[in-house]
């Protein structure tokens, strides 16, 4: 097996709570980060930041980064535009040879400055949110697959739902279960290496782009985790959220959120609801489609420092959803499950 490609990740002035591609790529996949670029937070570790996260450098810019084979952006700010500020960075990275990797709306291979550079220095550009050709609309045979549908839906977006179902994948394998990871978003792609960028394809297509990869997987697993979008209540990203549902006609679903959060991530003056009602909200809008039931609890207590009030957060959050609850990179989620799966 050849060594993993050595990575700079990109995450200036977000890192680490504004940068979940970072903290996601650092935590879960094969890469050899080698270096984060932040430069606000130059001479720290990545580990400095949050306990979860490996001991890797942060540095100001890519000209002060060790030798590596690819930049990774690894922020995807709301609208997935290309901030200008980043463009040094990215050419010095594609005069030292370095692959691009990006999960920005905004496509790299577009760029013609950035084209030039590539074909100068012999790189490669690979925009990982970019949907294939051959997507269409779904036609309502996931429930058809042996496996077992499990998705993580969220309260809001950005709390937690990838790492939830990456960890919940980790803990069925470690049980003995044959699970299976869906990917549908940015980060989960770079991570699986393979997957539909969701929430970038035709909206026509969304529930088809989560049924092609249910139908791919679904007779390989005995579960398959499905990696949820957005929240059905957020005001711009509801329609993904609603796709994932109907297209991977999950027969399970583990809501997820971060504790403290009282409002829509970017869009503050929307309160969340209550968080009983997301129970009847996603079980409702699942069932013309297929039923699924709320059977756990994911909550992000990254914002808590003390463990004690950490677990109570968890099994307050349990008790107002009545199913059980965990934070799956705090405390683990292998009882849970025991308990549910």
């Excluded at 968080?275 to 409702?284: G, I, P």
């Excluded at 756990?296 to 008790?319: I, P, Q, R």
């Amino acid at each position: 097996m050849s060594d993993p490609q050595r990575v700079v990740v990109l995450a200036h002035e977000k890192f680490p709570d504004r940068a979940k591609t970072a903290t996601g790529v650092l935590k879960y996949a094969d890469y050899d980060v080698v270096a984060v670029l932040d430069r606000d937070n130059p001479g720290t570790s990545a580990a400095d930041h949050r306990r979860d996260l490996p001991d890797v450098p942060v540095v100001s810019s890519m000209a002060d980064a060790p030798d590596a084979d690819a930049l990774l952006i690894g922020i995807s700010p709301i609208g997935g535009a290309f901030d200008e500020t980043w463009r040094d960075d990215v050419r010095t990275a594609l005069e030292r040879g370095c692959d691009l990797i990006s999960g920005l709306h905004y496509f790299l291979t577009e760029d013609e400055e950035f084209v030039r550079l590539a074909d100068e220095h012999g790189c490669d550009i690979n925009d990982v949110r970019k949907p294939h050709d051959d997507l269409g609309v779904a036609q309502g045979k996931s429930a058809d697959v042996d496996a077992e549908v499990v998705l993580t839906v969220g309260t809001d977006c950005s709390v937690g739902k990838m790492t939830a179902t990456l960890e919940l994948v980790e803990a069925a394998r470690e049980r003995g279960i044959d699970a299976g990871f869906i990917p549908t978003g940015q980060t989960g792609i770079m991570i699986a290496g393979w997957g539909n960028p969701v929430d970038r394809v035709v909206s026509d297509f969304t529930a088809g782009a989560v049924e092609e990869m249910i139908l791919k997987k679904g007779d390989e697993h005995d579960v398959l985790f499905v990696e949820g979008q957005g929240s059905i209540v957020h005001p711009a990203y509801s329609a993904v959220t609603c796709g994932i549902l109907h297209g991977s006609m999950a027969d399970k679903l583990v809501l997820c959120h971060e504790a403290t959060r009282e409002a829509i991530h970017g869009y503050e003056e929307f309160a969340l609801p209550d968080l009983s009602e997301y129970v009847s909200l996603y079980e409702n809008l699942a069932a013309p489609v297929h039923e699924a039931d709320v059977v756990a609890g994911m909550l992000n207590t990254s914002h808590v420092d003390d463990d004690v009030e950490a677990a109570e957060a968890v099994d307050t959050f349990a008790d107002e959803l009545g199913v059980p609850a965990v934070d799956p990179v705090r405390f683990g989620s292998a009882d849970l499950v025991d308990e549910v799966f």
